[in-house]
C-alpha cells in the first residue's frame, strides 16, 4: 500500500475522496492526541489534560474501522487468491461462483452487524465511558457502524459490478476466451 491513496478507480466519486478524508482525519487525531500524551509526560507540564488519552483510544478504534472501508474500496482486504486463481484459470465460472458467494457473505455479515451496533447505539446514548461527559458507549457504536456501514456499502458495490459485468457478459466469458486462446 502506498501513502498516495487515490483509488485508481475508473473514475473517483466524491464518496471516494470523502471517505479517504473523514480516515485521514480520524488517523490525524489519533497521532495528534498521542503526541500531545507524550508531550504532556515528558515535559511534566501542569496540565490536567486527562481526556487526550480515551480520545486517541477512540480514535484509533474508530479509524480501524474507516481504514478497513478504505481497503475495502481499494479491493486491499486480506486474502488468500493462490488456489482460487489457479482453478479460475482452469475453471472460470467455479471462481465468479466463489466470488459471488464470498461477497454475499460478507455483505450479510456487515448488514448484521451494522443493524446491532445501531441498536445497540441508540439504546446506549446516555452512558458515559471513561468520565468524559460527550463521550457515550452509544456515540463509540454509532461510530463504528458507520465506518462498517461505509465498508458495506463497498463490498455492495464490488457485489453489484460483478454480478452486472456476468449479465452483460463481460467478465467470464471474455477471461473463458482470453484462457482458451493461451
Known amino acids: 500500500m502506498e501513502i498516495d491513496q487515490r483509488l485508481g478507480l475508473k473514475q473517483d466519486t466524491l464518496y471516494d475522496t470523502l471517505v479517504l478524508y473523514a480516515g485521514g482525519l ?31 483510544r477512540f480514535a484509533l478504534i474508530i479509524g480501524t474501522y474507516f481504514g478497513a472501508a478504505i ?20 475453471y472460470p465460472r467455479v471462481k465468479y461462483a466463489v466470488d459471488v458467494f ?31 461527559s460527550w463521550a457515550t458507549l452509544g456515540m463509540m457504536f454509532l461510530l463504528i457502524a458507520g465506518g462498517l456501514g461505509l465498508m458495506l456499502v463497498n463490498e455492495l458495490i464490488k457485489l453489484w459490478h460483478l454480478v452486472s459485468d456476468e449479465v452483460r457478459g463481460t467478465t467470464i466469458w471474455k477471461r473463458l476466451r482470453e484462457v482458451r486462446s493461451e
Open 26 to 56: 480520524i488517523f490525524a487525531t489519533t497521532i495528534l492526541m498521542a503526541t500531545l500524551q507524550v508531550a504532556i509526560r515528558l515535559l511534566n507540564l501542569p496540565l490536567d489534560w486527562y481526556w487526550t488519552e480515551p480520545v486517541g
Open 102 to 132: 464470498v461477497l454475499l457473505v460478507v455483505v450479510s455479515t456487515l448488514a448484521v452487524v451494522v443493524y446491532h451496533l445501531v441498536l445497540g447505539g441508540i439504546s446506549n446514548l446516555d452512558t458515559q465511558i471513561v468520565g468524559l
Open 71 to 90: 481497503a475495502a474500496r481499494n479491493n486491499e482486504n486480506i486474502k488468500l487468491e493462490f488456489l482460487l486463481d489457479r482453478v479460475g484459470k482452469r
